[in-house]
C-alpha cells in the first residue's frame, strides 16, 4: 500500500537552514504536500508541488523532488522560533482524493 | 485560501455518550470532505470519506456503525462518535478542497483547526 516516511526529530540553531526530508511508495502520487502543526492546532498547509517539478521556492521555503527516489525535502532558510512544530509530508494523486500522511517531523529550533 | 471550520473545537464527555462534531466550509461548496483522526504525536489517519447526498466510505478497521457521517448540505459534515468510550479520545480533523478556486488553489485541501474529544 501507500507509504509516506520522515524522519521522526531535527534539531536546529536559529538562523541555519533545516531540511526535513521525506521519501513516498506510491509512483502514481501527483501532488506532494507539506503541512505545519503546531502544538494543539490543526493543519497548515506550507506548500506542495505537482510530480512533473523538481524544485519550487516561496520566500524561505524551497522544496525538492527527486520522482525518480521519490523522495522529497522541505528547506526552511534562516530558521526562526516560530517555525518549531511538527512537519508532515503528504501525497494524493489527485486534488478531490484524500492525502497519506507521514509521521510528522518534529522540528525543534534552538536559539 | 478558502476556509474550514469545526465546531466544538474542544468537547468531554462521559463514556456512553454520543458527540457530534462539525465541519463546514465557510467561503465555498465542497462536494467531499474528508475525515482524519490523529492520536498523540502520531499521523493523521484517513477514517472516512464524506460525499454530499450519498453514504460516506469508510476506510477499512473504521466502524461505520460507530462513527457515523452525514453530509447533507454542500458546506456542512457531520462526523457523529456514538456511544463513546476512551479509547475514542483523540484529535479528529476534516479537509476540504474547493473545486470553484482557480489557479494553484484548485488542488489544495484546506483542514479544519480539528477538534479534540476526550471521553472519561
Known amino acids: 500500500g501507500e507509504d509516506v516516511e520522515q524522519s521522526l526529530f531535527l534539531s536546529v540553531r536559529e538562523g541555519d537552514s533545516s531540511v526535513i526530508n521525506c521519501t513516498y511508495t506510491d509512483s502514481s502520487s501527483t501532488y506532494l504536500y507539506w503541512y505545519k502543526q503546531e502544538p494543539g492546532a490543526g493543519l497548515q498547509l506550507l506548500t506542495y508541488i505537482f510530480s512533473n517539478m523538481d524544485m519550487k521556492q516561496d520566500q524561505r521555503l524551497t522544496v525538492l523532488l527527486n520522482k525518480k527516489d521519490k523522495h522529497l525535502s522541505l528547506r526552511i532558510a534562516d530558521t526562526q522560533t516560530g517555525d518549531s512544530a511538527i512537519y508532515f509530508c503528504a501525497e494524493t494523486y489527485s486534488g478531490n482524493t484524500p492525502l497519506v500522511f507521514g509521521k510528522g517531523t518534529r522540528l525543534s529550533v534552538i536559539a | 485560501g478558502a476556509v474550514v471550520s469545526q465546531h466544538p473545537s474542544r468537547v468531554i464527555c462521559k463514556s456512553g455518550t454520543s458527540v457530534k462534531i462539525e465541519c463546514r466550509s465557510l467561503?465555498?461548496?465542497?462536494?467531499?470532505m474528508f475525515w482524519y483522526r490523529q492520536f498523540p504525536k502520531q499521523s493523521l489517519m484517513l477514517m472516512a470519506t464524506s460525499n454530499e447526498g450519498s453514504k460516506a466510505t469508510y476506510e477499512q478497521g473504521v466502524e461505520k456503525d460507530k462513527f457515523l457521517i452525514n453530509h447533507a448540505s454542500l458546506t456542512l459534515s457531520t462526523l457523529t462518535v456514538t456511544s463513546a468510550h476512551p479509547e475514542d479520545s483523540s484529535f479528529y480533523i476534516c479537509?476540504?478542497?474547493?473545486?470553484?478556486?482557480?489557479?494553484?488553489?484548485?488542488?489544495?485541501?484546506?483542514f479544519g483547526p480539528g477538534t479534540r474529544l476526550t471521553v472519561l
Open positions: 479537509s476540504a478542497r474547493d473545486p470553484g478556486s482557480g489557479g494553484e488553489s484548485y488542488n489544495e485541501q484546506f
Open positions: 467561503d465555498f461548496q465542497a462536494t467531499t
